[in-house]
């Protein structure tokens, strides 16, 4: 067995890897890495491990290194899922050995690698997060009839407001990251570049879509939709607080789940919640059941584990001041503070 990285020539044996790998996800596609590259600037590793009939695993890196957050090799950073892919254990032992041993190379204080199951390698590991997923039937009116009175009461309401929902690519993109940014500093977290979304749009373009609700030509409630292999994910979705009694988070979410029926999804990913809180209850109440996470974590030693996440106390006062921060400083100083937050 070899492990190396990948070169230009591999990306092809790798695509058809990843769509056959029962263990892969859609941040398995190397793709993701120029996405990566393009937005934040960062130096990126794609690991593949081969025998003579080919490739036998795989594991994307994107090293980040700040002196705020510290010095790190993730799988995969912005996004749920990632981490090491691969056809035996044995071999994904090999793949995490190159990746520890480019960490130590590059000074990295730990690797993390957002695993969908359980490696069984002794590596540190947190559980705390869930993924809520729905199975979706080939008829979107099998699924609405599943819905309970009130869930369907509460997707009416935006639509008897007048609200509208508009599908699209580029033209979408512009609604959507108005109401992203605006909830983002809400919530007192950092802002993706709008330049992210459009390299994901440009480099997957048929397999990424955004969904907008609009009142009077105005986004209130948006979505950016990602697939692959029979899965539908939403990985960020807002809405506008102000609109919160006219539900367009529920017309939204109904569209989404209807269009995944209709191009043939059979599995639709709410993304990342932690059991119990809000998004838990309100991805619950359309029937989705949470499926666990398992991050994975090696460290230098008598390093603990990191928790770079806004529970951490020590983000507190920060994120309180963000949210009181004028919304056109959030738009030009997000970008530059969260291509360091993984």
């Not at 990948?6 to 769509?19: G, L, M, N, S």
């Not at 996800?25 to 080919?54: M, N, P």
């Not at 691969?86 to 995490?96: F, P």
């Not at 590596?123 to 997923?133: E, H, I, N």
């Amino acid at each position: 067995m070899k492990v190396r990285l990948a070169r230009p020539d591999d990306f092809q044996k790798i695509e058809e890897f990843v769509t056959n790998a029962s263990s892969s996800s859609l941040y398995h596609r190397a793709q993701w890495l120029d996405v990566v590259e393009r937005s934040f600037g960062h130096t990126c590793y794609y690991l593949i491990s081969e025998k003579d009939e080919g490739i036998t695993g795989v594991l994307p890196l994107v090293h980040l290194k700040s002196r705020i957050f510290g010095n790190m090799l993730v799988s995969m950073p912005y996004f749920n899922y990632g981490g090491v892919c691969a056809d035996e254990e044995r071999t994904e032992n090999h793949l995490i050995e190159k990746a520890i041993e480019i960490a130590t190379t590059v000074g990295a204080g730990h690797v993390e690698l957002r695993q969908e199951r359980r490696l069984n390698n002794g590596l540190a590991v947190k559980s705390s997060k869930v993924s809520m997923r729905l199975d979706l039937p080939e008829d979107p009116e099998e699924l609405w009839k599943k819905f309970p009175s009130k869930l369907r009461s509460q997707v009416k309401i935006p639509q008897k407001a007048g609200m509208i929902v508009r599908m699209g690519g580029f033209e979408e993109i512009d609604s959507f990251y108005e109401v992203f940014t605006i909830n983002m500093r809400a919530l007192g977290t950092p802002v993706l570049p709008k330049s992210f979304f459009k390299n994901i749009l440009e480099i997957f373009p048929g397999s990424t879509c955004i969904c907008t609700v609009y009142l009077e030509n105005i986004p209130v409630a948006s979505g950016f939709l990602a697939g692959f292999k029979g899965r539908l994910e939403i990985p960020w979705a807002s809405s506008l607080r102000k609109y919160n009694r006219s539900s367009p988070n529920m017309l939204l979410y109904w569209t989404c789940l209807k269009f995944g029926c209709e191009k043939g999804y059979r599995v639709f990913d709410f993304g990342r919640s932690t059991p119990m809180e809000s998004t838990f209850r309100f991805k619950e109440q359309w029937g989705a059941s949470p499926h666990p996470l398992y991050w994975h974590y090696w460290m230098r030693k008598d390093q603990p584990v990191p928790d770079i996440s806004p529970h951490n106390p020590k983000y507190q006062l920060a994120i309180n001041l963000w949210k009181k921060l004028p919304l056109p400083v959030t738009r030009y100083l997000g970008p530059l503070i969260v291509k360091n937050i993984p």
